[in-house]
């Protein structure tokens, strides 16, 4: 679950999600791509440039740094 700060409007909110997931897979924005849920909560991603299982693991890296 993720919370974001942006309002969901004119797209901002999902712009901030690709935002920070560009940070915590150190990947640039370009490399991710919203494929669904535009204006739902329930969001898709494609993610270039990265295993599913290195997503997995980078993402796993970061909740456990911020414990």
Avoid: C, H, W
């Amino acid at each position: 679950v993720m919370k974001v700060k942006a309002p969901p409007v004119e797209g901002k909110a999902n712009e901030e999600v690709i935002r920070f997931l560009s940070e915590i897979l150190l990947i640039p924005k370009s490399a991710i791509q919203l494929t669904g849920g535009y204006s739902s909560p329930f969001k898709k991603f494609q993610i270039d440039l990265l295993s599913e299982e290195e997503v997995k693991k980078r993402m796993e890296n970061y909740l456990n740094a911020t414990k």
